[in-house]
Nanobody, 120 residues
Framework: QVQLVESGGGLVQAGGSLRLSCAAS????????MGWSRQAPGKQRELVAT???????NDADSVKGRFTISRDNAKNTVYLQMNSLKAEDTAVYYC??????????????WGQGTQVTVSS
C-alpha cells in the first residue's frame, strides 16, 4: 500500500527552526492532498497545514506566518518548515496523505509521527 516516513523532528530552543520531511512510497498511482497534524500530550490531534497536489495550502491560525508547508511531487515528499517555534508547538507531528493505490482507490494514510520538543 502506502508508507509515510517522517524525519526532522528533535529538540530546539524557543525561537528556533526545524524542517520536517515526509516521504511517501508504495503502490502509489497519485497523491492528492498531503498534510501535517500534531498531537500534544493530553490534547486532541489538530490539523497544522495541508497542501494540494497543485500547491494550494491551508494553515491553522496558530501557525500562520511561522510554518510553511511545501511538497515535491517528483519525490512524493511533503515538508513543514517551522520557524519562530514556541513551547506550545511541542507535540508529535504526523504526516498524512490521500493516495490513489492500484486496486484500492483513494485512501488516507498516516505516518508514525516524529517528536518536536521546544524548550522555553
Amino acid at each position: 500500500q502506502v508508507q509515510l516516513v517522517e524525519s526532522g523532528g528533535g529538540l530546539v530552543q524557543a525561537g528556533g527552526s526545524l524542517r520536517l520531511s515526509c516521504a511517501a512510497s508504495g503502490s502509489i498511482v497519485s497523491l492528492n492532498t498531503m498534510g501535517w497534524s500534531r498531537q500534544a500530550p493530553g490534547k486532541q490531534r489538530e490539523l497544522v497545514a495541508t497542501i494540494t497536489s497543485g500547491g494550494i495550502t491551508n494553515d491553522a491560525d496558530s501557525v500562520k506566518g511561522r510554518f510553511t508547508i511545501s511538497r515535491d511531487n517528483a519525490k512524493n515528499t511533503v515538508y513543514l518548515q517551522m520557524n519562530s517555534l514556541k513551547a506550545e508547538d511541542t507535540a508529535v507531528y504526523y504526516c498524512n496523505a490521500r493516495a490513489f493505490v492500484y486496486g484500492l482507490g483513494y485512501s488516507d494514510y498516516w505516518g508514525q509521527g516524529t517528536q518536536v520538543t521546544v524548550s522555553s
